[in-house]
């Protein structure tokens, strides 16, 4: 629905399409094998965008592993 929603939107000038199609895809990423292997695969064919997936995962891999520590110093 939310996919539809933001192909919808991106025709129609009333409301903006774009927060529904994200949400949308995330959803659908998440939720299906299918659309993992296509997304993997398209990555794998566009090393630029490969580099930013992986730094962006290390990133946030990091970033959890921090406030985990910042957490566990309090108790």
Do not use: C
């Amino acid at each position: 629905m939310l996919l539809f929603l933001g192909f919808l939107g991106g025709l129609l000038p009333v409301i903006q399409g774009w927060p529904f199609g994200v949400a949308g895809a995330a959803i659908l990423y998440v939720e299906s094998r299918w659309v993992q292997r296509k997304v993997r695969r398209w990555r794998q064919q566009h090393p630029k965008v490969e580099r930013t997936w992986l730094r962006a995962r290390t990133w946030l891999r990091d970033r959890r592993k921090a406030r985990r520590a910042k957490a566990a110093g309090r108790n």
